[in-house]
């Protein structure tokens, strides 16, 4: 094979804010591939200079060949950048410095998710003005390209809803829980061990990190605006060994979903642990590893697996924004791929559904005396709030005690009228203690 002619387009000079872990596996990557990259790019990318705090480690890792600086805004007021790459995380100073390199005429890519499902409006009515692009692959699943392929390879398609394990900690937690037996309690620790949870765990396990990550989806799958606080969140942190087995034993596995779905009335946004058959492919998804379905009218079902976080699989994302916006430099700003996929004038003010809104299947357990019409009592008042019962299983009693676990999978049901039923079965004299309430989703 002949060698690649050198490309006579210029060179495309990148600013880099933060040399972490994926800022470390970004420059890695863009080195080591520099020529492939050159030939896809129609001409070279090269990291120019280095901004981190950490002066010395980074210039440990960056040898000579970049300049680096503790300070990140003498990179974004530097005119030979044309891109900068932001990966400090966070969103005060990173919103800030996003934005003053907009205002310089920068273009950015960055993987900071919780800035985009927070400020991700203003900033790009702030790019659109000054005729810039702000790519974000890396802030959703890692290493997918889960923002190209909504944003432009499902294009044709009206999407109806999508599904995901989009934090790799929560997942690896469900797996050792699952697989091993552990506590939540051990299990975070052992993520935490190996490095995979964020800085502040209760973001991964909390949910928040996924609801990040479905508020930018939901943004580019339906043509909306990001809209983080109306998402609702629920993390893991509650689920009990008892739950996966029992989910187990009716054929579910317990995954930390990210849902969200078009409804006449609205949109669902939501983050829960969710029961799910486990012959879905989806339910064999173990460890820190992501998955994303998305269910588009006229593709049916795809689905995109991979890792969802770490160094070179996230720089994966990073370097494809590189070479995206490097090929669209110079072209006219309207036949540019639009921020969220829709034109920005064209987006929907569709709502975003209240929780008690959403209309999903559910999974109940509640221990309650072993006597003559307790069942009696507790699908009356199921039957009073429209929610029937798919399956049904009574426990053997505890030993030397007159208690039984009773678990219940309901038909779809308004979440509202659920609560409603919850709050009464809990007051039967009969009913011990609180239901345990668990969303279930078919997702067929
Ligand atoms: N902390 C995230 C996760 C990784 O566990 O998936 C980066 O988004």
Not at 14 to 43: D, K, M, P, W, Y
Not at 285 to 292: C, D, F, L, T, Y
Not at 331 to 358: C, K, N, T, W, Y
């Amino acid at each position: 094979m002949s060698k690649a002619k050198p490309s006579a387009r210029k060179a495309i000079n990148v600013g880099l804010l933060g040399i972490g872990t994926v800022g470390g596996g970004a420059f890695t990557v863009l080195s080591r591939n520099q020529e492939e990259i050159a030939r896809r790019a129609g001409c070279a990318i090269a990291i120019k200079v280095v901004a981190d705090q950490e002066l010395d480690k980074a210039r440990r890792l960056v040898g000579k060949r970049a300049a680096v600086t503790a300070d990140a805004y003498e990179v974004i007021g530097n005119p030979d950048i044309d891109i900068v790459v932001e990966l400090i995380g966070g969103t005060r100073v990173a919103k800030d410095l996003i934005l003053k390199a907009i205002a310089n005429g920068k273009h950015v890519v960055t993987a900071n998710k919780a800035l985009l499902a927070q400020h991700g409006n203003e900033i790009f009515a702030a790019a659109q003005k000054k005729d810039v692009m702000v790519a974000f692959e890396a802030a959703v699943g890692g290493g997918i390209p889960i923002i190209k392929s909504l944003r432009e390879g499902l294009t044709a398609n009206r999407i109806e809803w999508i599904a995901g394990i989009i934090n790799g900690t929560s997942n690896f937690i469900l797996s050792e829980m699952r697989e091993n037996g552990a506590s939540f309690e051990a299990a975070l620790k052992e993520a935490q061990r190996r490095g995979y949870a964020e800085a502040d765990p209760t973001f991964d396990v909390e949910g928040v990190d996924a609801a990040h990550k479905l508020t930018i989806m939901a943004a580019i799958g339906f043509g909306i605006p990001m809209q983080f606080k109306a998402a609702y969140t629920e993390g893991i942190s509650k689920l009990t060994q008892e739950d996966i087995k029992y989910a187990e034993a009716l054929g579910y596995r317990i995954k930390l979903l990210g849902i969200t779905k078009r409804k006449a009335k609205g949109i669902e946004l939501r983050v829960h642990p969710t029961l799910i058959p486990e012959r879905r492919l989806i339910a064999s998804v173990e460890g820190v590893m992501n998955a994303i379905l998305v269910k588009g009218d006229a593709v049916g079902q795809t689905l995109y697996y991979g890792a969802g976080a770490g160094a070179e699989p996230t720089a994966s994302a990073v370097v494809a924004d590189l070479v995206d916006v490097a090929r669209m430099l110079t072209a006219d700003p309207g036949h540019r791929v639009p921020h969220l996929a829709f034109q920005p004038d064209q987006l929907s003010s569709v709502p975003i559904l209240p929780m008690g809104e959403v209309e999903t299947a559910y999974y109940l357990r509640m221990r309650v005396q072993d006597r003559p019409g307790v069942l009696a009592d507790i699908t009356r008042i199921l039957a009073d709030l429209q929610i029937s019962i798919d399956a049904m299983v009574q426990k053997e009693p505890h030993e030397g005690e007159e208690q039984v676990d009773i678990v219940m999978l309901t038909h779809l049901a308004v979440e509202k009228n659920v609560n409603a039923a919850i709050a009464k079965i809990e007051k039967l004299p009969v009913v011990i203690g609180s239901v345990t309430r668990i969303r279930l989703e078919e997702l067929s």
